[in-house]
T-cell receptor, first 114, second 112 residues
């Protein structure tokens, strides 16, 4: 149980375009989902906390107009990177939690902006 | 600002040896998590530590938590090559959303 999927696993886009990443909890309803970003050889940085039906809470320094988060249902959250630039190239990982203390992590999405 | 620091950042050890990775954090938290990450992959949960004095063991890995010292350790016993990976600790920031804040990571290489 407690499986989280992400789609796509890899995406390459051109600078200036937008890309959407989906995060789904497959066998449970997630009260909260989180989005992280990980640059090569670095740690995971929390970007935002997402609750179904409400606006996401962004960490300090994360541009909410650039990283749009929509949490439309208890099993789906999406992250849209708008007007992507090469510096946005990174590994994006989502996680989901079910009223508890543990987070279940997705497999990650590798974004490359050319 | 919440800080989670690990040391060492890089660890190269021979098979069969023992070593400890340390995780220090700056907030009051009773929840500490350890994860393993292989290159190009996401996180694999290793341990969930939920109270002061918690100790958990799985195979050659053992994790402990001292909330008063704000310190967790991950001890490796008789290392084998398959343990080569990057290890992260993460702290529950204590907010209403149970946000996790990750340590700097320890890149472990076990040499045959």
């Amino acid at each position: 149980g407690a499986v989280v999927s992400q789609h796509p696993s890899r995406v390459i886009c051109k600078s200036g375009t937008s890309v959407k990443i989906e995060c789904r909890s497959l066998d449970f309803q997630a009260t909260t989902m989180f989005w992280y970003r990980q640059f090569p050889k670095q740690s995971l940085m929390l970007m935002a906390t997402s609750n179904e039906g409400s606006k996401a809470t962004y960490e300090q320094g994360v541009e909410k107009d650039k990283f749009l988060i929509n949490h439309a249902s208890l099993t789906l959250s999406t992250l849209t990177v708008t007007s992507a630039h090469p510096e946005d190239s990174s590994f994006y990982i989502c996680s989901a939690t079910l009223q508890g203390y543990e987070q279940y992590f997705g497999p990650g999405t590798r974004l490359t902006v050319t | 600002e919440l800080k989670v620091e690990q040391n060492p950042l890089f660890l190269s050890m021979q098979e069969g040896k023992n070593y400890t990775i340390y995780c220090n954090y700056s907030t009051t938290s009773d929840r500490l998590y350890w994860y393993r990450q292989d290159p190009g992959k996401s996180l694999e949960s290793l341990f969930v530590l939920l109270s002061n004095g918690a100790v958990k063991q799985e195979g050659r890995l053992m994790a402990s938590l001292d909330t008063k010292a704000r310190l967790s350790t991950l001890h490796i016993t008789a290392a084998v090559h398959d343990l080569s990976a990057t290890y992260f600790c993460a702290v529950d920031g204590g907010g209403t959303g149970n946000q996790f804040y990750f340590g700097t990571g320890t890149s472990l290489t076990v040499i045959p």
